[in-house]
Every structure is written in C-alpha cells, then in structure tokens.
C-alpha cells in the first residue's frame, strides 16, 4: 500500500533492497504523486524520477499496458476525508494474499499465494523507452522502431550530432512556431493552430486536469495560448499541458490518443504532401506526384524550410 496526505506531503514510500541478499535500503523508492491525476512514480535515489506508471483512470494506470494483465488487476485509489489517498491491491478470492515489492534494479515484482501456497510470481519487465525522459522534452519513444526515438512532425532534434550518435536527452524542439499569439505587420496572424492526433500513447508528465468532453478539452486548449496539448479519457475528463512534453512513448496498444499543438498551415503542407503520396525513410522524404510524373528526394530539414516560406 502507497499513500500520500495532500495537506501536508507526508508519504508512505516503497523501498526496495539493496539486492537480493542485502535488505538495507537500496537505491528505489515508489510513491504516489500527481494526485490531480494520481500515479505511482519509481525514483532513483529519491531524487531522479526513474519510471513512472502514468495517470490512474479509475480503472488502469493509462501509461503501463503491460500492468492490463489480470494479474496486476486488482489496484484501487482510495482518498479519504482528511487529505489522505491510498493506493491499494486487492485479490479477488479471500484465500489468496500477495507481496508487492521493488526489485533492487527498480522494476514491480508481485508474488501471489493461494491457500497459503505460491502459484504466481510476477515482475513488470521494462523496455528503454519505459525509463523516464529516455527522447527528452517533445522526443517520442517507440520500441517497436530503430532508433528508438523520434521527433513529431514540425518539430527537429535540439542537437543534432547528439540525437544522431543515440544521445536523445535534450529532445526535440519546433522548426515551425505556434500561430497563437504571434503578430504579422503588428496584427495578429489569422490563421491558427491545429492539433496533430497521436494514436496509443504514453501521456507526458505534468498533466493538468479538468472537467469536459473531449471537444472542449480541444476548444479550451486551442483559446489558451499556453495551452501546448490534450488528451481525454472517459474517466479522467480533460488533461492539458502547458509546459516541455516529456516522457512520451507509442505503445503497440492501450494509452490514450495525445493532441499536440501545432501551427495549422503544418498539416495542411503534411495533407497536400501525402494526397501527392510522401514516404519517410531515415529522414529523407520520396515524393512522388503522379499526375505531373514526377519524383524528387527532400530532406526533412529542407522540407520544414519550405514550409517555413508559406507562413
């Protein structure tokens, strides 16, 4: 059990070992943070935030597909009165009872037994992409891809020659600027910004939480400048960010669809490109447009450049 007092910031911590034979106080602690849209963190030496299992939805923890396992189905968030939340596990049958722990390299392990007797042992394995901030702020993680990381459409890596040698921690940065509160000849600029839809992901840290359906979580955010993406799911409502994207991943399945903000001329190059059919290979982009019988190679960079003269 994990618990938190939101009035005064006391908490009941995991502490995992320092290894397999030494039970002093190892280098991971887990806790309950965020409460707004609570979710369990792991640290590495209370410090550095490790992993982490995304926002809890009432139901599952929206960034763990791997905790969806009836195994791992039993997690309740239960705050009370007083300021306390408590994050529990329960067992289904009443003759079975289970030992939560964190491994002394950090990862969840559950140990079930049945009538006294061991049946099940259990520990959620984890890939680099679950460690937290793995592509750096706006950078994606994807371990199903070679590299691993990526940056989303509009945006390019904030050091090249360190994203391109596998360093990916400083991430990504936008070669296209936002619409939203920027003046043209002293006016503001007409056009504004859309959203570019992210299928099966990890949401970011630092969601911020609020009532809605999922159309005003996008009309809020778009009337707010600040605003810099959203997400909905059915249980949570409505979770804006306004601040770095960081530790964002692309699951196989499960997570949540993530809007991120971007200038709406963006998506309408990226739509008249791809009607003119426009693969992606190492980041070189091969265009082809049928009807003028054409063929032409551009580099991601150059593209940007002449996306950036229409603006």
């Known amino acids: 059990m994990e618990s938190v007092d939101d009035i005064t910031g006391e908490k009941i911590e995991y502490v995992s070992w320092k290894s397999s034979s030494d039970p002093s106080t190892g ?6 943070e965020r409460l707004d849209a609570p979710e369990v963190f792991f640290w590495y030496n209370k410090t550095k935030p ?7 939805n009432g139901r599952v923890f929206l960034g763990s597909p ?32 289970g030992i939560l722990t964190i491994t002394p390299h950090g990862t969840l392990k559950l140990v079930e037994f049945l009538n006294r007797t061991k049946f099940l042992e259990l520990e959620v394995d984890q890939n680099e992409c679950d460690f937290y901030g793995k592509c750096g702020p706006f950078g994606s ?16 890596a904030r050091k090249p020659e360190e994203w391109n040698s596998g360093n990916w921690t400083s991430g990504c940065v936008r070669s296209v600027p936002l619409n939203c509160g920027k003046l043209r000849n002293g006016s503001e600029v007409e056009e504004g910004d859309s959203f570019l839809q992210k299928h099966n992901m ?19 955010c778009l009337a707010n400048c600040s605003c810099l993406a959203y997400a909905y799911d059915s249980y949570i409502g409505c ?12 699951f196989p399945y499960g997570g949540v ?10 998506l309408r190059m990226f739509s008249l490109l791809t009607h003119n059919i426009l693969y992606r290979y190492n980041d070189i982009f091969y265009y082809t447009n049928y009807s003028m019988k054409t063929y032409c190679l551009i580099s991601f960079s150059y593209l940007m450049f002449c996306i950036q003269q229409l603006l």
Do not use: H
């Open 66 to 97: 791997r905790m969806l396992t009836e195994y791992l189905y039993g997690w309740r968030f239960e705050p009370n009165d007083n300021g306390t939340a408590y994050l529990t596990y329960n067992f289904e049958k009443p003759a079975m009872f």
């Open 27 to 32: 280098y991971f602690t887990g806790s309950l």
């Open 257 to 266: 669809d993530l809007f991120i903000r971007v200038p709406s001329q963006l």
């Open 141 to 156: 993680c994807d371990n199903s891809t070679a590299p691993i990381c990526s940056c989303f459409e509009g945006f390019e």
């Open 202 to 220: 990890k949401v970011p840290d630092f969601a911020e939480r609020s009532d809605g359906n999922q159309e005003k979580c996008g009309a809020d």
């Open 50 to 56: 490790y992993w982490r299992t995304g926002p809890w």
């Open 239 to 250: 979770m804006y960010w306004s601040r770095e994207l960081i530790d964002l991943q692309k």
